[in-house]
Nanobody
């Protein structure tokens, strides 16, 4: 299984970006257990910004992004998750990583990381 993150870029403060994370190699039968997005600012540790169960329940956000970010599963693609980021601030700058725990009948439940996508918010 591989995760491909996309959607990062350069945006002005107050703007929006939508990150996507698509899983491949899952096979036909799989289940998404948990989904999370992390970010890592330059010189800082990676921090959790949003998470949820694969069912869409138990959604949690870091205090710094509450009301501005929305984590979701794609309505049309079972293997894709999103992070909608609105009212972006320069402090949101960093590399964003998706982390997904997936169950398949071959591997059982395994956690995977995407490669990271750069988000830069200019003031």
């Amino acid at each position: 299984v591989q995760l491909q993150a996309s959607g990062g870029g350069l945006v002005q403060a107050g703007g929006s970006l939508r990150l996507s994370c698509a899983a491949s190699g899952t096979g036909t039968f799989f289940r998404v257990n948990t989904v999370a997005w992390y970010r890592q600012a330059p010189g800082e540790e990676r921090e959790l910004v949003a998470s949820m169960l694969g069912s869409g329940e138990r959604v949690k956000y870091a205090d710094s992004v509450k009301g501005r970010y929305t984590i979701s599963r794609d309505n049309n693609a079972e293997n894709t998750v999103h992070l909608q980021m609105d009212s972006l601030e320069p402090e949101d700058t960093g590399v964003y990583y998706c982390a997904v725990n997936i169950w398949t009948p071959v591997t059982g439940s395994v956690g995977y990381w995407g490669q990271g996508t750069q988000v830069t918010v200019s003031s």
